[in-house]
Every structure is written in C-alpha cells, then in structure tokens.
C-alpha cells in the first residue's frame, strides 16, 4: 500500500509540475518579448510577497552581491517595474517596491494562467470537473492542516547545494 502511495504521490507531483510549468510558460512568453528577464519576474514575485523589501535583503533572496542587485534594480526602474525609496527613519536604507508597471506585469501574468486554466477546464466534462472539484477540496484541507509558514519554510530551506570544481 505504501509503495502504491508513492507512486500516486509522484505521478500527481509530476502532473502538478508539468501544468505550472505550462501555465507559467503562457504568462511569461508575452512579458519576455517585452525584455522582462526572468530575475526581474523573480524579484516581481519576491516583492510582491514581502511588500517593500530593503535592497541587501533582496540581494540576499535573489543570492547575489548587492552591486548585482542595485544593477538589476535600477534597469527594472527604468522599465518603470519598481521603485526605490528612503526609509524615512534612516534615509541610509534603500527599499524596493512594486511600480504601476510591476503590478500590472504581474496582473498579466495571473490573467494568462487564469485564461489558461480556464480553457483547459471548459474541455472537461461535468464528470470530471466534479472529480477534480473534490480534489481540490481535499488538496485545501490537507493544507490547512499544515502550519501557516509551511511554504515560507520550504522556500527557505537549504536546497541541494552546486558542486565546486577543483582548482588545480
């Protein structure tokens, strides 16, 4: 029974994958042709879940130097993606938040999933939306089960580290 588990467990994974994946590619074709590069949607995304982010702590999200960041920072204000602005407490600290252009790159690329999804699930039958209806509610409640920074947890923890090539 468990091995059977494990094999549902990684079939529904894989599919899961195989649809953001699919639904992500939908949204972000459009914004990529429009020199939205793939870190810039990365910090969208990062900002748009913490709010205004400092720019060393953003540096440390996105694991590069903060040179880097202040590098990619100011060609996404350029692009009127976001702004920088003073703590007023100390004007020493430099924060990034979203500008009416992040927001609406990111509104685009929620829309693009939603169209998408949406036309995939006008082509099932009544059946199967109901099947995947009840999936979805038991998806909801085992999340509920979990603590509320589960995800922030996951995202977080060390992934599998890169290997470093010898000197020699």
Do not use: C, Y
């Not at 029974?1 to 590619?25: C, F, H, I, N, P």
């Not at 702004?83 to 009416?100: G, I, K, Q, S």
């Amino acid at each position: 029974m468990a091995a059977k588990r494990d094999v549902l467990l990684a079939e529904v994974t894989g599919q899961m994958a195989a649809m953001r994946t699919s639904a992500r590619q939908s949204g972000f074709r459009h914004l990529l042709g429009q020199s939205i590069s793939l870190t810039h949607l990365h910090v969208l995304a990062l900002v748009r879940s913490n709010g205004p982010v400092p720019i060393g702590e953003l540096g440390r999200m996105l694991d590069v130097s903060v040179a880097s960041t202040t590098g990619i920072v100011s060609r996404m204000e350029e692009r009127g993606l976001v702004l920088r602005t003073r703590r007023a407490a100390d004007r020493r600290v430099v924060t990034v938040e979203l500008a009416a252009g992040g927001m609406a790159a990111i509104d685009e690329i929620d829309g693009r999933g939603q169209e998408f999804f949406g036309g995939l699930l006008r082509t099932l039958s009544v059946g199967e939306l109901e099947q995947l209806r009840g999936g979805l509610a038991a998806l909801q409640r085992a999340r509920s089960l979990m603590p509320p920074d589960a995800m922030d947890q996951t995202l977080t923890s060390p992934g599998p580290r890169k290997r470093q090539r010898k000197s020699s």
